[in-house]
């Protein structure tokens, strides 16, 4: 079988290459090895930087050479690589990703995916045979289970600060001040994002202490990413710190919870129960509720506003 000339080979690399350098983010010559190993193009790192060099002298690319590796992206107004063409169902997927996640993805990866954000929205215009992807964007929507509220402002450049320092494992300065007006210049180590209803906040760990905190995003004032990196503590989970309670203002404290409810009021909790050891006593007129849930404020809050829809309320500490 013939060998295909160098050529078609070098042709194939630089494509590849070009597909895979971003906008609005660099990206080192290891890092497009591994990714090219990890399709299928085996390719030594000599030859790599070799091809990348090339490319920059007749491509819109920056090449930063402050220091090893060097770093790469496309210039900020250039064309970059055409896309391949989105199907339908692909440019739909991309347009719900983009209203959904852009909170909660870093700021630089939601930069670097603008061209197939664009793509998509082009491909979904006003072509009969995309009709129906168009049409179904105005058939799903996430609802709020309690009164809307409109989001605080966040200020952008702390998003981007705050956002690409998590992604990043990089140390963050913050100017932050809570909500009883008291303010704090201190360097966190950023651990998660989380969105509650309509606000969002940073897990972080204070510099010097081993315990998290949550920092209300619209709080933070200023923020900048440090160029010192962190190894993420592997003992911290963001389901776990979820799951203990602590965005509802708990500890992570099980309790047995007993209750009893109007059938009006509690009817939602057959269907949707509290825990998965939910029990249920159906009375003449009320359900006693008994369930394993963590306790916090929040939890309290949710029982007071039931009002005296709910009674006989018990909670047993089920801590060693």
Known sequence: MSRRPDSLETLQLSHELLRRIPKGRTITAPELHQQLADAGF????????????????????????????????????????????????????????????????????????????????????DKASTQREREWLQKVRVVSTSQPLLP??????????????LYGNQWLEVDYKNAAGKRTTARVMPLGLAQQGPRMYLVCRFDG????????????????????????????????????????????????LTFRIEKEAGQHLLESPLSVDQQVVELDDAYKITATVVHSEML???????GP???????????E
């Open 209 to 256: 202490y081993d315990n998290e905190r949550s920092l209300a995003l619209h709080r933070i004032l200023s923020a900048r990413a440090s160029n010192l990196t962190f190894e993420r503590p592997k003992e911290f989970d963001l389901k776990q710190y979820d799951d203990d309670g602590r965005f509802g203002y708990g500890e992570g404290e099980h309790v047995r």
């Open 309 to 319: 829809a709910v009674s006989s309320v018990t909670k047993f500490s089920l801590q």
């Open 42 to 125: 085996e390719r030594d790192m000599r030859t790599i930087q070799r091809q990348l060099e090339t490319l920059a002298e007749f491509y819109e690319l920056d090449r930063d050479d402050s220091s090893k590796p060097y770093r790469y992206c496309w210039k900020e107004r250039a064309k970059g690589l055409s896309l391949p063409n989105l199907s339908p169902q692909e440019s739909l997927l991309l347009m719900l990703a983009e209203q959904q996640l852009s909170s909660l993805l870093p700021a630089k990866l939601m930069k670097s995916m603008e061209g197939f954000f664009t793509q998509a929205r082009s491909q979904l215009g």
């Open 300 to 306: 309290e809050w949710w029982l007071r506003g039931f």
């Open 152 to 165: 605080p402002k966040i200020d952008p450049s702390v998003f981007d600060q705050v956002s690409n320092a």
